[in-house]
Structures are given as C-alpha cells and as structure tokens.
C-alpha cells in the first residue's frame, strides 16, 4: 500500500461491539463502573483492577457481578464496556500530567491509575487522553 492521495472512508467497529462478557473470578465482588481485568495468571477470569503484573484491562464494569459466594456454580457473569472513562490520578510522583498525554498509565486499583508500573509491579490501564482536575481520561480495552 501506499500514502494517501485522497480522503478515506475508514470503517469502524460500531458501539454495541465494544460490549464484552467475561466470567467472574472465585470469591470476587466487581463494582459497576470499576476498572475490570482478566487475570492471566487465574484462567482470564474477570476481577476488579489491581496493584499486579498479570492482569489485562478490559474496560469499565458495566453492572455489579458477585461471585463472592460461588465456585463457578452458577458461573457469574460481568458485562465489560471499552472505551475511554474518567478515573482517579494517582498521586505524588505517580501523578499523570499533560505531559503524559498519549502514554501508557498503570493500575493502582479499580478506579485510579498512575503513571508509572511502580518498578514493574503493576500492568498496564490503558492510554491517558486527557487530564483535569477531576480525574484521568483513559482508554481501557482497546489498546
């Protein structure tokens, strides 16, 4: 292929398709609008983002999912959904700035991300695309 000449009709996958369903981890308790992860290390089952170097985020909890009782018997079921959201930034050198724009950010839990993998200890969010007073906008799940 080459350069473009011209203006391009680029296709996109539509909205619905960035809805997901994973089961839900033994013993697990996932918020709805929590920052969700498979866990590589526990046969990709879905938990709540963590300080961990095997998780995979695969976006924002889009319900409840309480799997705190069961075994997989019934298995319990979370509906995920990419895209970008707001959440918290963490704090002290691990603060995300401007400067970061564009750059991946790390999971500290379920609803805050930082800067940097705190010496590889922690997987990586998302993308940061925007910083305000109230938060990181980060893209989970697309990346």
Do not use: C
């Not at 997901?20 to 526990?42: H, K, M, P, Q």
């Not at 976006?59 to 079921?77: L, M, Q, S």
């Not at 704090?91 to 379920?110: C, F, P, Q």
């Not at 805050?112 to 109230?134: D, F, I, L, P, Q």
């Amino acid at each position: 292929m080459t350069a473009l000449t011209n203006d391009r009709d680029t296709k996109m996958i539509i909205e619905p398709a960035l809805l997901r369903e994973f089961d839900v981890d033994d013993d697990t308790l996932i918020y709805s609008g929590s920052i969700v992860a498979i866990d590589t290390a526990d046969s990709n089952k879905a938990k709540p983002g963590a300080t961990s170097t095997t998780l995979i985020v695969v976006g924002r909890a889009e319900h409840r999912a309480n799997n705190k009782t069961g075994v997989d018997d019934p298995v319990k079921k979370i509906k995920v959904k990419a895209g970008t959201f707001l959440y918290a930034n963490s704090g002290a050198s691990d603060e995300i700035t401007d400067a970061d724009i564009g750059k991946n950010v790390y999971l500290v839990d379920d609803q805050t991300v930082a800067k940097t993998s705190a010496t590889n200890t922690r997987s990586v969010a998302g993308k940061v695309w925007k910083v305000e007073s109230a938060g990181v906008w980060v893209t989970l799940g697309l990346n």
